[in-house]
């Protein structure tokens, strides 16, 4: 969905390095989240901002961490990135107004490898 | 702790035919539960969804059942084509509140001309 993007689109970086993931949106929505995909294992929570103000742990937290700059970015920060953390990254953005339930919009995603 | 299972992890079905994948959830809280569709190269979108209010919901070739004794709920694609190749999941949430949404583990689906 073009209205959610994220960059970089690919990063190969080495171990220990920090690295910083990047989403934008356009959709005016309040709720912004970060997953990461691995084979077998599905989608899976990292982190998740109802609000610029209002940031909360997902799932699988420990070893990143977050920052909402503004009600449009929302970015995904590796510290001290370990090879266990190559995956696939998305964002994505969602809307709860409405009677029809939240619908969350997705990025193209971030592929990452670490080294 | 995985609180949505889903299987198979991956299904060939030919053209015409029946695609089911199943899921299971564990939190009794869960009153929403959508399906996502993904295709190679681009991130999930939003299929269709149910609320436990009702057994079925249908949309086109795309049908949810839902059993709520059971906690389970599946997604049925009739009349499967090329074109529905793609990975699905499930998903489930607390419908209101401060909630996000739980994924199942993904199935890959491959429909065979």
């Known amino acids: 969905d073009a209205d959610v993007t994220q960059t970089p689109r690919n990063r190969i970086t080495k171990t220990g390095k920090r690295i910083m993931l990047e989403c934008s949106q356009t959709k005016g929505h309040d709720r912004m989240y970060w997953y990461r995909q691995d084979p077998g294992l599905g989608l899976r929570l990292i982190y998740y901002s109802f609000d610029v103000k209002d940031i909360n742990k997902g799932e699988i937290s420990d070893g990143y961490s977050v920052s909402r700059q503004a009600q449009a970015k929302f970015s995904l920060s590796l510290e001290s990135a370990i090879p266990n953390q190559t995956a696939l990254y998305f964002c994505?953005?969602?809307?709860?107004?409405?009677?029809?339930?939240?619908?969350?919009?997705f990025g193209p995603g971030t592929r990452l490898l670490v080294l | 702790q995985q609180q949505v299972k889903q299987s198979p992890q991956s299904l060939i079905v030919q053209k015409g035919g029946i695609s089911i994948i199943n899921c299971a959830y564990e939190?009794?809280?869960?009153?929403?539960f959508p399906w996502y569709q993904q295709f190679p190269g681009k991130g999930p979108a939003l299929l269709i969804a149910?609320?436990?209010?009702?057994s079925e919901k249908k949309e086109g070739r795309f049908t949810i059942s839902f059993n709520k004794s059971a906690k389970q709920f599946s997604l049925h694609i009739m009349d499967s084509q090329p074109g529905d190749s793609a990975t699905y999941f499930c998903a489930a949430s607390r419908f209101t509140g401060r909630r996000a949404l739980t994924f199942g583990s993904g199935t890959r689906l491959q429909v065979q001309p």
């Open positions: 149910i609320r436990p209010d009702v």
């Open positions: 994505a953005t969602s809307d709860i107004r409405g009677a029809s339930g939240e619908t969350q919009y």
């Open positions: 939190n009794t809280a869960f009153d929403y």
